[in-house]
């Protein structure tokens, strides 16, 4: 990454590191390469948007980013809230063979396996939704929340069927923090209705609402805007930089409409077919020829390197 | 009709429905949390029933004769030892199965109920076994002739079968830790993303289980008073049965599912024919799963589009 882009991420001095720095990933289904030494960084409280065409591999970075696959190569690591966490360790690797003569390493393999997995991630700070929502549509809009802030919660369940002091102190606050995300989204009124009785555009505002309450550090939107109308495309827009700059979290975005894509984000990261073709502010993406390419299609030989 | 006859059937049938319910709340709960039969819960049950032996064993030779210490304690140390057991079992015998396919922890589950029974065969002996009656005595009502007449461990048994489900149903909808369980029902994956320990969740659940058996093996056993190490077996078909009826995988379906079983089967053999009666109990699961395929409080399974 250039000086020039880091001068526009707002970002002071190169020294400031990454929030979310990803080498080489690579991700293998069988025979099939999803992605391919995949590299990019992600600045602390900037927009970065992931785009490519359908099938370049953008949900696949953001599923082994947030823990949802094991990633089979490469580096994956969060520094966040002043301490770096690998997040591939953390879900549980495979043992190597230079553990066996390592006994710290052999240690903290076994430690990861036995209590490591995907909510290691939520704890490190990373928080995502889906493309397709994924609510827990039988449970309320309210209840949909406090799940989600349980990491700060007291959950000893003698304390709970017991209703103590500190219990009752920690659901209230939790309550608190779910009813500001309700206003902050507009759904305070369907606070007690069933998460999966929402209109679509609710479910959506819900679900990244959802992910806000795990207090994270960064925020993967998996295509926000898909199946939404003008107006509210342009009221996500609002409410992304609001997030970024009122509750302080870095964006990381997939989205496939443009016209948000290239007014919102600071950082646009290119993949096609599994590999990152170019990475850059909207206006070099913009102008990108690969980029043009792998969008338009051109002759073979029209490509230059 | 005999009026005494049926207020005696309809409180036998309680007692024995109650039990079936405690029962299958631990067949619903690991169903409804990762989709599995747990053929090995029948014989917690059967465990359960010997841990009460040897814990009024051990409390009579120091001595203690009074029937609340001597049931208060059996309780607690039972219930302590079996939710070990449940959590061992899952450890040992589900979890490393987690992500194979489904039939996978079916089979680990017939293997770990062989091994229950043989092991307690082994160390315990093929024989029946008895425990006196701690808590002799009845309430009767009506005159000499026809009467009502309730144990005071049938007392007990119902009382206590009734607090536990409550305590349960609170412990469901009302805390943290329970919400937790729900949100994991709904989506595994989905929940660990949003940081929940899905494997401690998992465990809670068939400790839960467990313990709710262990419950119904020390109340059974303190009013029949007789067992060996194949009672798991029938005890556990009738709750899973019961579990069905009700709609696997809701909790008041599980209590709703092990009242009607028990009810049907003593009024049937009160009124119509002792040796039929299991006869009877499952036809009237067979004739509601006929009309409703997903038990009586179950939800329809609706196919995605």
């Known amino acids: 990454m250039n000086a020039e882009t880091l001068a526009t991420n707002g970002v002071v001095g190169e020294s400031t590191p990454a929030l979310l720095n990803v080498d080489g990933l690579t991700m293998r289904f069988g025979g099939i390469i999803a992605l391919n030494n995949v590299s990019f960084t992600v600045q602390p409280h900037s927009i970065t948007a992931l785009i490519g065409p359908n099938g370049a591999g953008k949900t696949t970075v953001f599923n082994c980013v947030t823990g949802f696959y094991k990633a089979t190569e490469g580096k994956l690591s969060l520094n966040a809230g002043g301490k770096q966490t690998d997040l591939r360790k953390v879900l549980g690797e495979r043992f190597q063979w230079s553990d066996y003569v390592n006994p710290k390493a052999f240690g903290e393999r076994l430690y990861y396996k036995a209590f490591g997995g995907s909510h290691r991630v939520a704890l490190a700070g990373v928080a995502r939704t889906f493309q397709n929502i994924r609510l827990f549509r039988e449970l309320t809009v309210v209840e949909n929340l406090l799940v989600a802030q349980h990491i700060h919660l007291d959950r000893n ?43 679509y555009g609710n479910q ?76 850059g502010s909207p206006k070099e993406i913009e102008t990108n020829p690969k980029v043009l390419a792998a969008y338009l299609g051109t002759e073979a030989e029209e490509v230059v390197s | 009709m005999d009026f005494h006859i049926l207020g005696q059937q309809l409180v036998n049938g309680l007692a024995l429905g109650s039990i079936y319910g405690l029962i299958a709340v631990g067949y619903t709960m690991v169903y409804g949390i990762i989709g599995m039969i747990n053929f090995a819960h029948g014989d917690v049950y059967m465990v359960s029933a010997y841990l009460t032996a040897i814990c009024l064993a051990i409390l009579s030779y120091f001595g203690m004769v009074s029937p609340f210490f001597l049931i208060v304690i059996t309780l607690i140390v039972t219930v302590f030892f079996i939710a070990l057991y449940g959590w061992s079992i899952e450890r040992i015998a589900y979890k490393p199965l987690r992500n194979s396919p489904r039939l996978a922890p079916l089979i680990s589950a017939i293997g770990v109920s062989l091994v229950l029974q043989n092991y307690v065969q082994v160390s315990q002996g093929a024989k029946t076994q008895a425990v006196p009656t701690i808590l002799p005595g009845a309430f009767r009502f009506g ?55 899905t494997d401690r969740i998992i465990s809670t659940v068939f400790i839960i289980g467990a313990a709710m058996a262990g419950i119904a093996g020390v109340l059974v056993t303190m009013n029949y008073g007789s067992f060996d190490f194949s009672v798991g077996f029938i005890t556990g078909v009738k709750a899973f049965t019961a579990a069905v009826l009700g709609g696997i995988g809701s909790l008041p379906g599980a209590m709703l599912g092990g009242i009607i079983l028990g009810m049907s089967e003593s009024l049937f053999s009160g009124f119509v024919n002792t040796d039929y009666k299991d006869v009877f109990a499952f036809s009237l699961l067979v004739l509601v799963l006929i009309f409703r395929p997903s038990g009586l409080l179950g939800k329809p399974l609706v196919e995605k589009v």
């Open chain 1, 157 to 199: 369940l003698i304390r709970g069927t017991l209703r103590t002091k500190g219990y009752r102190a920690s659901e209230r606050k939790a309550l608190e923090t779910a009813y500001h995300w309700l206003d902050v989204m507009n759904l305070t009124e369907d606070a007690n209705r069933l998460a999966g009785e929402l209109p």
């Open chain 1, 204 to 279: 959506r505002r819900l679900e990244i609402a959802r992910a806000m309450c795990t207090e994270p550090k960064l925020i993967c939107l998996d295509e926000p805007a898909a199946g939404l109308n003008p107006r509210e495309t342009e009221d996500l827009s609002k409410l992304i930089r609001k997030l970024r700059d009122e509750h302080k979290v870095t964006v990381l975005l997939i989205e496939h409409d443009m016209g948000l894509v290239m007014s919102i984000s600071e950082h646009i990261v290119v993949l096609d077919y599994g590999q990152v073709i170019a990475c």
């Open chain 2, 143 to 197: 005159t000499e002739t026809e009467f009502i007449q309730i144990t005071y461990i049938q007392v007990l048994l119902i009382i206590v079968s009734f607090i536990s489900m409550a305590v349960l149903t609170y412990i469901i909808q009302k805390t943290s830790l329970g919400r937790q369980c729900r949100a994991v029902q709904q989506d595994a994956k989905m929940s660990a993303i949003l940081g929940i320990n």
